[in-house]
């Protein structure tokens, strides 16, 4: 007789943590052809609460870590996720795709990863200035992450969306909640593994499945929420998303319009997406020497 | 006068009781050959002319290994190898693929860094702190941040269509072997350039173990080429036609030679020269601080730096009390075996160059300056120099005006700003200079007063790959580190 294979629980990513989700409700996404993919959460109100307390806990470590060190968080996520590649590629597969289409979404994912992982202590030697205002005063503009940041990951594109919306925002020293897609959520979850195991710190990023027609009003109204990174579509969902957002003037970012899959749909404006600048005066003594000038 | 003696009394007695159980590094995981070849096209190859020279421990004396000494065909050798790796392969490839590679030879460091560390100590005299907490952590983050630059080029030169310039011979010097060639290799190679590299004769071993790694890291045959020599060995780099960006780190002598020698052709050039930089002590600084700065500043690497903070300016009113601090704390400095893990300061690098130290000593002494040295004990065999600092030293003497690469430091004096500020500039050097006072508006002067390449206010001998290292006037041109690192390895429309 043949060995029964043992089936994966996917559960929801919190704080660091697998919990299942506190409604204790699933649902069933299908492949083209009708079959289940398994139960997953659908995730509650209370659920997004849950990890936005996790991820504002989270968010002192993460943004003062130095750059360079979350560079090479970046860069040890593309290494685990290269090593499990076979599992990605298989549930693309069960998702839809074809084996080679998988295979390149992969290897795309893994090379954006390593795109971000260098982008992290260089964005802001590109971006932030020094400003030579008329007075003695020593007067720079820096970049800062925004805090909490919401991602509605595409819908589509599962994997490499997914990590092309979230990878800026963690490259800039954000920290994350993000909602997978509805109709493919497998490889979020284990990203969310991968992420596990990648000296990530829990609540850095938090995923969690379900329905956007549920907790989109949710994202848009959350009071700690700082910022919403909106990579689907739809003009009425984008609408309420603008209009709850204005509750603590969150920042908006739509980029559902993007092929994830193209290989130059990466650049450094996504991490200022959600970054904020700032401005730090501070006078200048003026004393010369007698014009030695040497 | 009582008031003196009475201090004196009362100054801490550091040789009495206080000393430490030995701690050295283990060595027995270090992997090492009794002889080197030269590293050409991906292959170790016997230099043409059949010589090798010893690499000797300086705190022992003991031989560690032979290298080989490359001579002009040998250099022609890798240059065409380097060469051929540019046309072929290396500026064929997409830049994020060569910055996978670049990525690859920094974890390879990390994965292998505590034997490097053991190395740079046993072919070089520093302290296994410094090699194990500075020199390779930091040789490995330079790789890993210009891995990261290979494919964003165009983002730090915008609207300039930047380029690689070909083939690069590099030159470095012995005091931080590793990282030296971590600050050479990793913008060349991040910008497409192939490259030749030249350690010194006195310390090759880890651009050799380099070699063997980034042989293991896959990357194209050619794309780096170590060849080990004295000067001939560099002058033959430096004078190859197909050559075509000089980049050297070393002494203002040597960097004018080269300058000359690429007079009226196309290279591209970039200078790392010497220094005689001013570390600044206000009588508002955090004299404590300050003191642990001038230490770091002056015995960090046996003052093997060149942006060491050889002459130090103290504000009058506090003078007496900076330089009793620092006789004391001179006192607590542990000389000795650099594989110890208690161990300040190391051996000097070659017995040339403690040859050159007591010269110095004793042309400061016989120009009047007044001369102490730390009490401490030194081992028998190999090569020390005790920390030692001058007082009473004018801007005249030559202890306060030449470069002496060496744990000797020279104290002047001074009362106003505008003082300091020309007594600091007085000097064909411009690599660097430290900053010392509780008072941000008068850091911010000073550091626009500077005429040097790095300020450091509150701190000295700070180092990172996102940061430009080089100097103004005699002590060169040219960056290492951060953005601006990479424009001399670039060509532009």
Same mark, same amino acid.
């Given at each position: 007789?043949?060995?029964?294979?043992?089936?994966?629980?996917?559960?929801?990513?919190?704080?660091?943590?697998?919990?299942?989700?506190?409604?204790?409700?699933?649902?069933?996404?299908?492949?083209?052809?009708?079959?289940?993919?398994?139960?997953?959460?659908?995730?509650?109100?209370?659920?997004?609460?849950?990890?936005?307390?996790?991820?504002r806990a989270a968010f002192p470590g993460w943004s003062s870590r130095p750059a360079f060190n979350r560079g090479q968080i970046l860069y040890r996520i593309a290494e685990v996720l290269e090593g499990r590649t076979d599992q990605?590629?298989?549930?693309?597969? &069960?998702?839809?795709?074809? $084996?080679?289409?998988?295979? /390149?979404? #992969?290897? @795309?994912?893994? *090379? =954006?990863?390593?795109?971000? %992982?260098?982008?992290?202590?260089?964005?802001?030697?590109?971006?932030?200035?020094?400003?030579?205002?008329?007075?003695?005063?020593?007067?720079?503009?820096?970049?800062?992450?925004?805090?909490?940041?919401?991602?509605?990951?595409?819908?589509?594109?599962?994997?490499?969306?997914?990590?092309?919306?979230?990878?800026?925002?963690?490259?800039?020293?954000?920290?994350?909640?993000?909602?997978?897609?509805?109709?493919?959520?497998?490889?979020?979850?284990?990203?969310?593994?991968?992420?596990?195991?990648?000296?990530?710190?829990?609540?850095?990023?938090?995923?969690?499945?379900?329905?956007?027609?549920?907790?989109?009003?949710?994202?848009?109204?959350?009071?700690?929420?700082?910022?919403?990174?909106?990579?689907?579509?739809?003009?009425?969902?984008?609408? &309420?998303?603008?209009?709850? $957002?204005?509750?603590?003037? /969150?920042? #908006?970012? @739509?980029?559902? *319009? =993007?092929?994830?899959?193209? %290989?130059?749909?990466?650049?450094?404006?996504?991490?200022?997406?959600?970054?904020?600048?700032?401005?730090t005066w501070h006078p200048i003594e003026k004393v010369g020497g007698s014009a030695s000038g040497y | 006068m009582l008031k003196n003696k009475e201090q004196e009394r009362l100054a801490l007695e550091f040789s009495q009781g206080w000393s430490y159980a030995p701690a050295p590094e283990s060595t027995d995981h270090v992997q090492l050959q009794e002889r080197y070849s030269l590293f050409i096209d991906g292959k170790f190859v016997a230099p043409s002319s059949k010589k090798y020279f010893p690499t000797v421990n300086p705190a022992t004396e003991q031989?560690?290994?032979?290298?080989?000494?490359?001579?002009?065909k040998d250099v022609d050798k890798a240059v065409k190898a380097a060469r051929k790796a540019y046309d072929e392969v290396w500026s064929k490839m997409p830049a994020s693929e060569r910055g996978k590679y670049i990525f690859r030879i920094a974890r390879l460091i990390q994965e292998r860094a505590r034997e490097f560390a053991v190395i740079e100590s046993m072919d070089g005299g520093k302290p296994i702190r410094e090699s194990r907490d500075v020199d390779i952590p930091l040789a490995a983050n330079h790789f890993f941040y210009y891995a990261g630059w290979a494919d964003k080029l165009s983002y730090a030169f915008p609207n300039r269509r930047p380029r690689p310039v070909g083939v690069a011979g590099q030159i470095i010097p012995w005091n931080f072997p590793l990282l030296m060639a971590a600050w050479k290799l990793a913008p060349a190679l991040a910008t497409g350039n192939t490259v030749v590299l030249k350690p010194a004769e006195t310390t090759p071993l880890t651009a050799l173990k380099l070699a063997e790694l980034i042989r293991d890291s896959g990357l194209p045959p050619g794309v780096v080429n170590i060849v080990t020599g004295a000067g001939a060995t560099g002058a033959a780099l430096v004078s190859h036609p197909d050559v075509d960006k000089i980049a050297f780190t070393g002494s203002t002598e040597v960097g004018k030679m080269i300058q000359r020698a690429v007079a009226g052709t196309n290279k591209k050039v970039t200078l790392e020269l010497g220094g005689k930089a001013a570390n600044i002590i206000f009588e508002d600084a955090p004299l404590d601080q300050a003191v642990e700065g001038i230490v770091n500043g002056i015995y960090f690497n046996q003052g093997h730096v060149c942006c060491a903070g050889s002459r130090l300016?103290?504000?009058?009113?506090?003078?007496?009390?900076?330089?009793?601090?620092?006789?004391?704390?001179?006192?607590?400095?542990?000389?000795?075996?650099?594989?110890?893990?208690?161990?300040?300061?190391?051996?000097?690098?070659?017995?040339?160059?403690?040859?050159?130290?007591?010269?110095?000593?004793?042309?400061?002494?016989?120009?009047?300056?007044?001369?102490?040295?730390?009490?401490?004990?030194?081992?028998?065999?190999?090569?020390?120099?005790?920390?030692?600092?001058?007082?009473?030293?004018?801007?005249?003497?030559?202890?306060?005006?030449?470069?002496?690469?060496?744990?000797?430091?020279?104290?002047?004096?001074?009362?106003?700003?505008?003082?300091?500020?020309?007594?600091?500039?007085?000097?064909?050097?411009?690599?660097?200079?430290?900053?010392?006072?509780?008072?941000?508006?008068?850091?911010?002067?000073?550091?626009?007063?500077?005429?040097?390449?790095?300020?450091?206010?509150?701190?000295?001998?700070?180092?990172?790959?996102?940061?430009?290292?080089?100097?103004?006037?005699?002590?060169?041109?040219?960056?290492?580190?951060?953005?601006?690192?990479?424009?001399?390895?670039?060509?532009?429309?």
């Open positions: 007789m043949s060995r029964i294979p043992v089936l994966k629980t996917y559960k929801i990513y919190i704080g660091g943590k697998f919990p299942r989700t506190e409604s204790g409700r699933f649902y069933q996404p299908e492949d083209a052809k009708g079959n289940s993919l398994g139960n997953l959460c659908r995730s509650s109100r209370k659920d997004l609460r849950n990890a936005v307390v996790a991820a990605f590629v298989a549930e693309l597969v &069960a998702q839809g795709s074809t $084996a080679k289409a998988a295979t /390149k979404e #992969v290897e @795309l994912s893994v *090379d =954006r990863l390593v795109y971000y %992982a260098g982008w992290c202590d260089k964005y802001q030697q590109v971006f932030s200035a020094v400003n030579p205002v008329a007075s003695n005063h020593f007067n720079f503009s820096i970049y800062e992450p925004m805090g909490v940041v919401a991602i509605v990951a595409p819908e589509e594109s599962s994997l490499v969306g997914l990590i092309s919306t979230l990878a800026p925002a963690l490259a800039g020293g954000n920290v994350v909640v993000l909602l997978a897609s509805q109709s493919k959520p497998l490889c979020s979850i284990t990203l969310a593994e991968v992420l596990q195991t990648s000296d990530v710190p829990g609540g850095v990023v938090n995923v969690l499945t379900g329905f956007d027609s549920e907790l989109l009003p949710h994202f848009a109204g959350h009071m700690d929420i700082n910022a919403v990174i909106y990579g689907r579509q739809g003009a009425d969902q984008i609408e &309420a998303l603008q209009r709850g $957002a204005a509750e603590n003037v /969150k920042r #908006v970012s @739509l980029l559902g *319009d =993007r092929n994830w899959l193209e %290989a130059e749909a990466h650049d450094p404006y996504l991490i200022l997406n959600t970054q904020e600048v700032k401005t | 031989v560690i290994a032979e290298v080989a000494e490359a001579g002009k300016f103290v504000q009058e009113s506090v003078a007496h009390t900076v330089v009793r601090k620092l006789k004391d704390r001179l006192k607590t400095l542990i000389v000795g075996d650099p594989l110890d893990k208690n161990t300040d300061v190391g051996a000097i690098n070659s017995a040339g160059q403690l040859k050159t130290i007591r010269d110095y000593i004793a042309l400061g002494k016989s120009e009047g300056a007044e001369f102490y040295e730390s009490p401490c004990a030194l081992p028998q065999a190999g090569y020390w120099c005790r920390p030692t600092l001058f007082t009473g030293v004018s801007q005249s003497h030559r202890i306060a005006q030449e470069e002496i690469f060496g744990p000797v430091l020279s104290i002047q004096t001074f009362r106003t700003v505008s003082e300091v500020i020309d007594k600091a500039n007085n000097t064909p050097y411009g690599l660097s200079a430290g900053i010392w006072t509780d008072k941000g508006s008068k850091i911010f002067n000073l550091g626009q007063q500077m005429r040097a390449g790095v300020v450091w206010a509150n701190t000295y001998n700070k180092f990172d790959p996102t940061s430009p290292f080089g100097g103004y006037k005699e002590s060169g041109f040219g960056r290492e580190g951060g953005l601006q690192g990479l424009a001399p390895y670039l060509q532009f429309d």
